[in-house]
C-alpha cells in the first residue's frame, strides 16, 4: 500500500506559504484511525492483531488528571516498546456525550505531530520527522489540547500508535490502543458551615431571633477557616465577605463584622421581613443548609459583660450620658459605669438621678436613613422612645440614636428611686422587651 502523504493546511496557511511545497514530506496516519467509535485503527494496514505485543501505548494530560473548561494541557502520548525503530501515533478527543465529534481543541507544539481538520472531528498524528525523532524507546508526541469553553462531561482521548521496525512497509509493526477519560474538574467542595435556629441570637444577651439592623451572633462549628474582621471605611459599603465567609439574609448579603470557627456577628440587613427569614452561610463559597429564624421589627439587647457566677447572665455596661459618642471610649477605663467585679473596665456603678448612655441593638428601622450597608456619618435619630425599666421603674429614654452599624445609644435618667445593688435592666420598645437576663449595678452614693 501507499504511504499516506498529509498536507497540513493548518500549518501552512499560519505560516503563510505554498502548502504544498513546504510540508509536501509530512507523513502521517489518515484520520479516521484513533479508535475513536466509528473508527479502526492503524491494524486496518500495518499486519497484526492491536495490543498482541509486549509493549503499549499511554495517553496523559500532563499535571491533570480533569480539566477545567477553555483550559489548555499538554497531551503526552507515549510509545513504549523497545524493539521498535520508528514510532507513530494517531489520537482524537471526543465527548462522551457525542463521540462523533471532537471535544475541544488539539494544536501542534513541535513539528512531530500534525494536526487532520476534518468537519467537526480532528485528529493528530505523527509527521514524517517525529516518526524518526521518536526512535529511542520510549517515543514520545506531545500536543496541546484546549478543552471546550464549557463543561461537556467527560471526555475520551483515543490513541492508537504503532511501534514499528522501520521496514517501510506494513509488515513487522506492533499496534497498540489505548484511551484515557478526563473529567471537568469539580471545584471539591470545603467544609460547609453548620449551626442551628437558637445559635443565631443577638450579639449581647444571647436571645434568639433577628430585626433589622441588630447586631446577630451566630454561634455554630466550621463556620469560617479562619478569624477574621471587616474593615469599615466611610468610603466604601460595608464588606459582605470577611474571611471568605458570606450571611445571607434571604437574599439579602449582610454586613459582616468578625468571623471565626464558632462564632459570626453581622448585621442583620435594613430590608429583613417581619417573619420567618432564611439565613445562609456562605463559607468559601460553600453555602450551609438554610436555617429559618424569626425576625422581629425590633428585640432589644443591651450592651454587658457575662456574669461570672451566671451563665447567661449579664450586668449592663453604661456610660455617662454624652461619652459614648465615640464608641472607642467604652473601652477606656474611667469611662465605663457598671459592676466592677464582673467588668474590669467598670469604675462603679450608675448613680440615682445620673444620666447615663446604655448602648443597646435590636431596635429596628429608624425614622429616615436607616441603612445597614453603609458607615453611619453621624447618629440617626430612632424616631421613637424606647422606655428603660430599672428595677421595676420604667421612665422614658430622652433620646435614641443609631449610632453606628447595629449600634444604638440609649439616653436615659436613671430614676431617683433606685436602691443601692443590682437591679434589672430593660429596654423596651413598642411592646418588644430585652431579657430578663440583664442587671444594672447602682452604686451606693
Ligand atoms: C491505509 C493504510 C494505513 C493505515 C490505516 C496506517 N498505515 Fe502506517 N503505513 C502504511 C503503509 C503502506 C506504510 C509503509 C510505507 C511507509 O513507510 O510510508 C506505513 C508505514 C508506517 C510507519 C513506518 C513503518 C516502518 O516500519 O517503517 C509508521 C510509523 C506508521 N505507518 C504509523 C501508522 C500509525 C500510527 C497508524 C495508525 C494510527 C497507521 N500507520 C495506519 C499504511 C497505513
Known amino acids: 500500500m501507499k504511504q499516506w502523504v498529509r498536507v497540513s493546511l493548518s500549518i501552512a496557511a499560519g505560516l503563510g506559504i505554498a502548502a504544498l511545497g513546504a510540508i509536501a514530506n509530512s507523513s502521517g496516519a489518515v484520520e ?43 497531551v503526552r502520548i507515549t510509545i513504549d516498546d523497545s524493539a521498535a525503530t520508528r514510532r507513530g501515533f494517531q489520537l482524537s478527543v471526543r465527548p462522551d456525550s457525542n463521540p462523533r465529534i471532537s471535544a475541544g481543541k488539539l494544536a501542534t507544539v513541535n513539528a512531530n505531530a500534525q494536526i487532520l481538520p476534518g468537519g467537526t472531528q480532528e485528529w493528530a498524528t505523527h509527521t514524517l520527522a517525529g516518526q524518526r525523532t521518536a526512535s529511542a524507546n520510549p517515543g514520545i508526541f506531545e500536543l496541546d489540547w484546549t478543552a471546550p469553553a464549557a463543561d461537556a462531561g467527560p471526555i475520551t ?35 460547609s458551615a453548620s449551626f442551628a435556629a437558637a445559635g443565631v441570637t443577638d450579639a449581647w444577651n444571647g436571645r434568639q431571633g433577628i430585626a433589622p439592623g441588630m447586631l446577630v451572633s451566630i454561634s455554630g462549628t466550621e463556620l469560617a477557616s479562619a478569624p477574621a474582621s471587616w474593615s469599615p471605611t466611610t468610603l466604601r459599603a460595608l464588606d459582605t465577605t470577611v474571611g471568605g465567609v458570606k450571611v445571607k439574609v434571604n437574599t439579602t448579603d449582610a454586613a459582616v463584622v468578625s468571623v471565626s470557627a464558632d462564632r459570626i456577628l453581622f448585621i442583620a440587613p435594613a430590608d429583613a421581613p417581619e417573619g420567618d427569614v432564611n439565613i445562609i452561610v456562605e463559607r468559601d463559597g460553600t453555602p450551609s443548609a438554610p436555617v429559618s429564624v424569626r425576625s422581629a421589627a425590633a428585640r432589644p439587647a443591651i450592651l454587658g459583660v457575662a456574669d461570672p457566677d451566671n451563665a447567661g447572665r449579664y450586668f449592663a455596661t453604661a456610660v455617662p450620658a454624652g461619652q459614648a459618642g465615640l464608641l472607642g471610649l467604652i473601652q477606656a477605663r474611667g469611662s465605663v459605669l457598671g459592676r466592677p467585679e464582673a467588668d474590669s473596665r467598670a469604675v462603679r456603678g450608675v448613680l440615682p438621678g445620673e444620666e447615663v448612655d446604655l448602648i443597646v441593638t435590636g431596635l429596628g428601622k429608624t425614622a429616615s436613613d436607616f441603612t445597614t450597608s453603609r458607615l453611619i456619618p453621624s447618629p440617626i435619630a430612632l424616631g421613637a422612645t424606647p422606655k428603660v425599666n430599672f428595677g ?38 413598642n411592646g418588644a422587651t430585652s431579657g430578663d437576663n440583664v442587671r444594672l449595678t447602682v452604686a451606693r452614693q
Do not use: M, W
Not at 505485543?53 to 494541557?73: H, R
Not at 490513541?159 to 471537568?184: C, F, Q
Open 392 to 429: 421595676g421603674t420604667s421612665v422614658d429614654a430622652s433620646s435614641a440614636v443609631l449610632a453606628a452599624p447595629g449600634v444604638y445609644i440609649v439616653r436615659v435618667k436613671v430614676p431617683d428611686s433606685v436602691t443601692a445593688g443590682d437591679i434589672a435592666l430593660t429596654v423596651d420598645l
Open 157 to 191: 482521548f483515543f490513541a492508537a500508535g504503532n511501534a514499528a521496525n522501520g521496514n517501510g512497509n506494513e509488515s513487522g509493526d506492533r499496534i497498540y490502543t489505548t484511551t484515557l477519560k478526563v473529567a471537568p474538574a469539580t471545584t471539591t467542595a470545603g467544609p
Open 32 to 74: 479516521g484511525h484513533s479508535g475513536a467509535p466509528g473508527e479502526t485503527n492503524c491494524t486496518e494496514c500495518h499486519i497484526g492483531t492491536a495490543n498482541s505485543g509486549p509493549g503499549k501505548v499511554t495517553v496523559e494530560l500532563v499535571n491533570a488528571s480533569s480539566y477545567t473548561p477553555g483550559q489548555t494541557y499538554r
